[in-house]
């Protein structure tokens, strides 16, 4: 059964672009007897604004979407956001990173489908773990899923 979701950063309104994105995911779950899920990424404790999650949620009703369930805020996951890490972690999927956003994009040469691919700067480096951001060893992860 397929699933897709919709998940709009309650920090603005939805422009067209989100309602064409919100179509497509809503028209590509129920045209296989699948589910059309809503997520809202109100992580972002500076802009995020709970009117914009109701208005979108107002919105998506006025486009007449339905979807499958109550809608699930991610800041309510956070737990299960930070199991899922750890498991990573401890499966030697995750490694710590210091780059700045700027260092990272000066570092991506390559490009990929969806633009320019992190280097993996980071990886294999002795990067104390506090304050880092974590991620993904696609080399490692890979291998591991076969």
Do not use: K
Not at 6 to 28: E, Q, W
Not at 33 to 57: N, T
Not at 105 to 131: E, I, K, S, W
């Amino acid at each position: 059964m397929i699933r897709s979701r919709f998940a709009p950063s309650p920090n603005g309104p939805l422009h067209l672009g989100h309602a064409f994105s919100a179509i497509v995911a809503h028209d590509r779950a129920h045209q296989d007897g699948g589910e059309f899920l809503v997520r809202i990424e109100d992580i972002d404790g500076a802009r995020s604004r709970s009117a914009y999650a109701q208005q979108a949620l107002d919105d998506l009703a006025w486009l007449e979407l339905a979807w499958h369930g109550e809608p699930v805020r991610q800041s309510s996951r956070l737990a299960d956001y930070a199991d899922a890490a750890q498991r990573l972690r401890a499966a030697g999927l995750l490694y710590p990173c210091r780059c700045t956003r700027a260092e990272i994009a000066a570092a991506a040469t390559r490009h990929g489908p969806d633009g320019p691919v992190y280097p993996g700067t980071c990886t294999g480096r002795q990067v104390d773990p506090l304050g880092a951001a974590w991620r993904l060893d696609m080399a490692a992860a890979i291998r591991q899923a076969g």
